[in-house]
């Protein structure tokens, strides 16, 4: 039914088009003006995420209590937990990308078998730490050679200014 609708919107769009050029016209600038418009959020956007992947350092980032369950061989079941400290001063952890991989440990050699970019989304305020939870998701995994072990390293930090803190020195300099 509503197709129909679609179709009679779509005919008095092209019957106007057609017959009147101040149509056109108007239909073309709200074209334009409509793209500057998702161009300029675009922008805005990547603007944002490239601030936000630089306010907080790895090294304001400390990692406790780290664990990892579930049996390695059904990925879809293993999880890491742990705490997320946030030490930066200003800015409020948004998101933290973890780089986990698995580790196949045999005859004195140790190779990498899987790897994922595990996201996750926790907002840490400025000098507090959050407990999370995060699925890593390593596909199939067929049997290791020997002794599977895990690592962890952070790959990305989004850190965004936090809620209004008259103590905060960035909010006291915007307003």
């Not at 017959?19 to 990547?46: E, P």
């Not at 973890?98 to 045999?106: F, R």
């Not at 999370?132 to 599977?148: D, H, I, V």
């Amino acid at each position: 039914m509503n197709w129909i609708v679609v179709l009679a919107i779509d005919a008095v769009t092209i019957y106007f088009i057609v017959k009147f050029a101040w149509f056109r016209n108007s239909l073309l600038v709200i074209m334009i003006l409509a793209g500057a418009v998702f161009y300029y959020i675009d922008f805005q956007q990547r603007k944002e995420n490239e601030a936000a992947s630089i306010r907080i350092s790895p090294a304001e980032i400390q990692l406790t209590d780290l664990d990892f369950s579930g049996p390695f061989v059904e990925c879809s079941s293993n999880e890491i937990t742990g705490r997320i400290r946030n030490n930066s001063n200003w800015y409020e952890l948004d998101t933290l990308y973890l780089k986990v991989q698995l580790v196949d440990t045999y005859d004195d050699r140790s190779e990498i078998i899987k790897v994922d970019e595990v996201p996750i989304w926790v907002d840490v305020p400025p000098q507090q730490a959050r407990d999370f939870k995060a699925k890593p998701n390593f596909g199939t995994l067929e049997s290791p050679k020997g002794k599977l072990n895990w690592s962890c390293s952070i790959s990305l930090i989004k850190g965004v200014e936090p809620e209004y803190h008259s103590s905060n020195p960035l909010n006291a300099r915007n307003s």
